[in-house]
């Protein structure tokens, strides 16, 4: 009688059951209006996190966070 095991079977939880095929473009695309999306609805939070400070009167410009 051998005491080897059968292979387990994987499960869902086991990062080897998932294969991640990546199809999409480099750079990937991305409309003006996908970007006015993001900028109202993140643009505080993205300033946070840049460190960024938008000139409120004028939103092209950005002045850097001192």
């Known amino acids: 009688m051998s005491s080897k095991r059968p292979p387990s079977k994987l499960r869902p939880t086991d990062p080897e059951f998932w ?12 409309s003006t ?4 999306a993001i900028e109202r609805y993140f643009s505080d939070v993205l300033d946070e996190v840049l ?16």
């Open 33 to 36: 209006a996908e970007l006015d």
């Open 51 to 66: 460190g960024l400070k938008r000139n409120r009167d004028e939103p092209s410009q950005l002045i850097k966070r001192t």
């Open 19 to 30: 294969t991640v095929i990546n199809e999409l473009p480099d750079p990937l695309p991305v």
